[in-house]
């Protein structure tokens, strides 16, 4: 068994070189993390939710746009406690809060972020025995239907929910927005260089009546996805 110490590491965000700690047995930031970090919009004096914050990763690229509150919800207290340590050494406060998406509850806010799971529940037999790292990936207790009621319940009017899925998910996506508040405003796609094809899609969504959606200039993963995630200290 590994002693506290050895479960962790630290790491920096990628070009705002703020420190991160981060645990082994958790979901660690990875490239699409970055990307989406990268390419939210917070504008001074907003409110910020992190749905399922983890170490708080995306709270800290959200503290460079100068927000009003950081707040991230999660259902680990043990990644809570990551992520408080985390808002410590970068000299920020944030409200972190242990609850079920289902149940949250909070006044709204201007805008959210979130990297949800990816995957459909499989079979139990088929679902990572590492609880962390099972309610990272699999959709158990996130289910995309599950994640835009709590978008509609927790933003402003006219508020932002940036989020990264898989492409292939999209229409799956399109149809669950049809039955919740939220819609779709914007839409990049990611590209991985060595099939040429679309794995990833960020999107911000609106809470608000349906208008049109823009497509943004796609963007490109790394060419040698492994080296650059070592490089930047992420993990896939």
Request: with cysteine; aromatic share 8%.
């Amino acid at each position: 068994m590994e002693r506290p110490q050895e479960n962790r590491r630290l790491d920096y965000l990628p070009k705002l070189k703020l420190p991160l700690w981060q645990r082994k047995d958790m979901f660690c930031m990875n490239t699409d993390t970055v990307l989406l970090g990268e390419q939210m919009v917070v504008k001074s004096g907003e409110s910020v939710l992190d749905l399922g914050c983890n170490n708080g990763a995306l709270l800290l690229y959200a503290s460079r746009f100068s927000p009003a509150s950081l707040t991230g919800v999660d259902l680990f207290p043990e990644a809570l406690a990551l992520a408080e340590e985390n808002m410590q050494i970068n000299g920020l406060e944030a409200e972190l809060i242990c609850a079920d998406l289902a149940e949250f509850r909070h006044l709204p806010f201007d805008v959210i972020v979130c990297n949800p799971p990816y995957f459909k529940t499989p079979d139990t037999d088929s679902i990572n025995k590492n609880s962390f790292l099972a309610a990272a990936r699999h959709e158990a207790s996130c289910t995309l239907e599950t994640l835009f009621a709590a978008g509609g319940r927790l933003l402003k009017d006219k508020g932002r929910f940036y989020m990264v899925h898989r492409a292939d998910r999209l229409a799956e996506i399109i149809a669950a927005l049809s039955e919740s508040p939220l819609t779709l405003r914007e839409a990049t796609l990611v590209f991985d260089h060595r099939t040429h094809q679309a794995t990833a899609v960020i999107l911000e969504l609106r809470k608000g009546k349906l208008g049109p959606v823009r497509f943004r200039e796609p963007l490109w993963r790394p060419e040698n996805v492994e080296s650059s995630a070592e490089n930047a200290g992420l993990q896939q």
